[in-house]
């Protein structure tokens, strides 16, 4: 056989395997064009570690390290500027949305266990908080910690949706076990960030496409909703899977879906989308100057190096 046609007959053989594994083209078009002032043309994300179960819940801590959690196998991550992934803890109650507190604190949202809890320094690990109205919280998803100690939470409730069933938005004030509601008629909130002035919160539905802004008050309380963006290429008859979200210093929004994870300016229009080969659950920003944006796409961790940097303040 000459050396073109045993050249054709590789591509051939490579394209049947790539065709029998069910590689979607989609996913091996990987050669972005970028997004100004986001990330540079040709750069893409990379993998930093395979073999999770469903990774979810990244947070960026002020060393530029990071915590991730594995919720199907009960499992807290950190990344430490070195690269090396060790586990912080065990029985998670599949924790979901992580958080920081001043104090150094690891707050969780855990799926199973109906409530945020708080993992000390010392590794010991409370309650913040477990009911709503006298009502247990059904499978909160996720929080974002503001400025002055706060909580910002997601309770979308438990899989499969239950027509009728209630949702949450809620704020916790620092200090206080009793709740105030934000939002009840978000279908299914999911993730959720603040601006970096602290005062719009930014809200996410895993079943459509509107992402919603808040005006948030001096109690912490939010009014005046309102759609701040709609996400794009959903396909037809399937949800948004909007999940977990970011924000950057210059307040640009990266929201995950199923069709990547989408970018949008400070005004809510659509800057381009990120597609990290699979389908990230959500985002955040870490490492040195926080210019690294790391998704959490199922069994995988990955990286994304970027022009954009993550805001200057603690977490998210």
């Keep these: 056989m000459c050396r073109a046609n045993r050249i054709a007959s590789s591509l051939l053989f490579a394209a049947s395997v790539v065709?029998?594994?069910?590689?979607?083209?989609?996913?091996?078009?990987?050669?972005?064009?970028?997004?100004?002032?986001?990330?540079?043309?040709?750069?893409?994300?990379?993998?930093?570690?395979?073999?999770?179960?469903?990774?979810?819940?990244?947070?960026?801590a002020a060393d530029g390290s990071l915590y991730f959690s594995d919720i199907r196998v009960n499992k807290t991550y950190h990344l430490d500027t070195a690269g090396k992934i060790s586990v912080i803890r065990e029985n998670t109650n599949s924790t979901n949305g992580l958080a920081l507190t001043k104090d150094g604190d690891l707050l969780g949202a855990e799926g199973d266990g109906n409530r945020i809890s708080k993992r000390s320094r010392d590794g010991t690990v409370t309650t913040v908080i477990d009911s709503y109205n006298g009502m247990k919280l059904l499978s909160p998803n996720d929080l974002v910690v503001d400025a002055k100690g706060g909580i910002y939470i997601t309770v979308p409730g438990p899989r499969p949706v239950v027509p009728g069933r209630p949702?949450?938005?809620?704020?916790?004030?620092?200090?206080?076990?009793?709740?105030?509601?934000?939002?009840?008629?978000?279908?299914?909130?999911?993730?959720?960030?603040?601006?970096?002035?602290?005062k719009t919160l930014i809200v996410d539905n895993t079943l459509g496409p509107d992402v919603y802004a808040y005006d948030i008050q001096p109690d912490g309380s939010a009014k005046n909703k309102r759609v701040f963006a709609r996400l794009r290429d959903t396909p037809a008859g399937e949800e948004s899977g909007a999940d977990g979200m970011a924000i950057d210093r210059d307040n640009r929004v990266y929201v995950t879906s199923v069709a990547g994870v989408q970018v949008f300016?400070?005004?809510?229009?659509?800057?381009?989308?990120?597609?990290?080969?699979?389908?990230?659950?959500?985002?955040?920003?870490?490492?040195?100057?926080?210019?690294?944006?790391?998704?959490?796409?199922?069994?995988?961790?990955?990286?994304?190096?970027?022009?954009?940097?993550?805001?200057d303040r603690l977490g998210k």
């Design 19 to 60: 065709a029998a594994a069910g590689i979607s083209s989609r996913l091996l078009a990987q050669a972005p064009s970028g997004i100004p002032g986001v990330v540079a043309a040709g750069v893409q994300p990379q993998l930093v570690q395979e073999n999770f179960t469903f990774v979810e819940g990244p947070v960026g």
């Design 167 to 198: 949702t949450y938005v809620l704020y916790l004030p620092a200090g206080s076990k009793q709740p105030i509601l934000i939002d009840n008629a978000v279908p299914r909130p999911n993730g959720l960030a603040l601006t970096m002035d602290g």
């Design 265 to 311: 300016d400070a005004k809510g229009a659509y800057l381009g989308t990120i597609k990290p080969g699979r389908q990230a659950a959500n985002v955040a920003f870490a490492g040195p100057n926080k210019q690294t944006l790391y998704l959490t796409a199922r069994e995988g961790l990955y990286r994304l190096n970027t022009l954009a940097r993550g805001p």
